[in-house]
């Protein structure tokens, strides 16, 4: 394999991790295949940007509450200067929203697609991919106060033979089943040259069935034994979905749109099962680096393949009425919404501070405090939504444009959203 090669495959491999650790260790549950899978480790990089920014922020306002005449938090207008330095270094589009009590901000920067001239706003609806799964573990929590099943609820006791025995409803929630993430196993597959963008890319745009999924979880390498520790897993939440469609009867798309999307008030969003996309939206593409293909749009991806792991399209605005909704109690009762913030994987290398469906990240204005959210990033865009416990506090971010090289081959991403992010939860202090 020539260096060109080599690094297109290695920048692929990224791509295909979308930000989580790929599956490279086998277990004793793994089924060997001769198909193609990537095998690079990537870190969690979205996460970690964003704990990042939440202690420089809260490192920041600690500074200057020392100081007798201390910075003040940042404006409006230089919360809209951050979004266009984003663009100009090489973002298509970003959206925010800052809400504190009743006050908010909402601004928006680029175009709506690559190559187009319509401006982006800030109520343009995107894929907000993982940001899906807070939503899915709601649904799972509802059934849970109903009784239908608990945390200790083997999987196998709902779907027989689709995972190994021992795998609960808990571990799946907090990512610690082992299961492979898997999406990357499904396009490896498929694609004629996993090494290549254009036959990676290409294959996208095509339909992935239940099925499917579960032949890719049970075919890709596990990546530790059920319990032993933290593994991101699209596979896990997949899974989820499909167990809450066994107990109710309905679809996911029926059970968001009931029971999460009413009750929060996310009058703008939607779980589609096909590509494309109607109204004002943010397009996705994805950069691949210019010394390899550049540019790829994303309008044939077909949302089958993220499933109930991330399929949700929606807005700034219900991201934050979404974790709003969750923390003060409008979805779930009060003892499941701690349940569900209390993180699982404290004190583990290499792990956000995850709960179930939640992570939790430094809270810049509370000495001590945390905020509560999770991020998302498909392969064409990177979402952040963020609370705070008291549902008063929120931040919310949409990005297009993603870079898939960074970290692998570059040092230096497109793009950095952290100043942002930091001036944006220093704005709700």
């Not at 679809?251 to 096909?274: G, K």
């Not at 000495?367 to 990033?377: E, R, S, V």
Request: include cysteine.
């Amino acid at each position: 394999m020539d260096r060109t090669t080599r690094r297109a495959a290695l920048a692929l491999s990224a791509a295909l991790a979308l930000a989580a650790p790929l599956a490279v260790a086998g277990s004793a549950h793994a089924v060997s295949t001769d198909r193609p899978t990537p095998a690079v480790d990537v870190p969690d990089t979205v996460s970690a940007m964003v704990a990042d920014a939440a202690r420089e922020a809260r490192s920041d306002v600690a500074t200057n509450r020392t100081l007798a005449h201390g910075p003040k938090a940042p404006t409006g207008t230089q919360l809209d200067a951050a979004l266009d330095d984003l663009v100009a270094d090489g973002a298509i589009a970003v959206t925010a929203r800052v809400e504190k009590g009743r006050q908010a901000w909402s601004g928006a920067a680029g175009t709506r697609e690559r190559e187009g001239r319509a401006k982006a706003r800030s109520y343009d609806r995107f894929r907000v991919a993982s940001n899906t799964k807070p939503m899915i573990a709601t649904l799972v929590m509802q059934e849970v106060e109903k009784g239908t099943w608990t945390l200790d609820t083997p999987v196998e006791e709902v779907l027989p033979g689709v995972m190994p025995a021992g795998v609960t409803i808990e571990q799946l929630l907090s990512h610690r089943s082992g299961a492979p993430t898997a999406t990357d196993w499904i396009l490896a597959s498929r694609a004629a040259d996993p090494s290549s963008f254009d036959s990676v890319f290409a294959v996208m745009g095509q339909e992935v069935t239940d099925a499917d999924h579960i032949e890719a979880l049970q075919s890709a390498a596990w990546v530790n034994e059920p319990g032993a520790g933290y593994s991101y897993s699209n596979a896990g939440y997949v899974v989820l979905g499909m167990m809450l469609e066994e107990v109710t009867g309905r679809s996911v798309e029926h059970l968001l749109e009931r029971r999460v999307f009413a009750p929060a008030r996310m009058w703008q969003s939607a779980y589609p099962d096909e590509p494309g996309a109607r109204g004002p939206f943010l397009h996705e593409s994805a950069y691949t680096g210019p010394a390899e293909a550049g540019w790829y749009d994303l309008d044939h991806f077909d949302p089958s393949l993220f499933d109930a792991a991330g399929a949700v399209t929606s807005t700034t605005e219900d991201l934050a009425d979404f974790t709003e909704a969750l923390v003060t109690g409008r979805l779930v009762d009060a003892e499941t919404t701690a349940d569900m913030l209390e993180p699982r994987t404290v004190g583990q290398a290499d792990a956000p501070e995850y709960g179930l469906g939640v992570y939790r990240v430094p809270d810049p204005c509370v000495p001590g405090g945390w905020l509560y959210g999770h991020d998302g990033a498909s392969f064409g865009t990177i979402s952040i939504n963020l609370t705070s416990p008291d549902g008063e506090r929120q931040v919310s971010v949409g990005i297009t444009g993603r870079d898939l090289v960074y970290p692998v081959l570059t040092d230096e991403p497109l793009y950095d959203p952290s100043e942002l992010l930091v001036g944006m939860m220093q704005a709700t202090c």
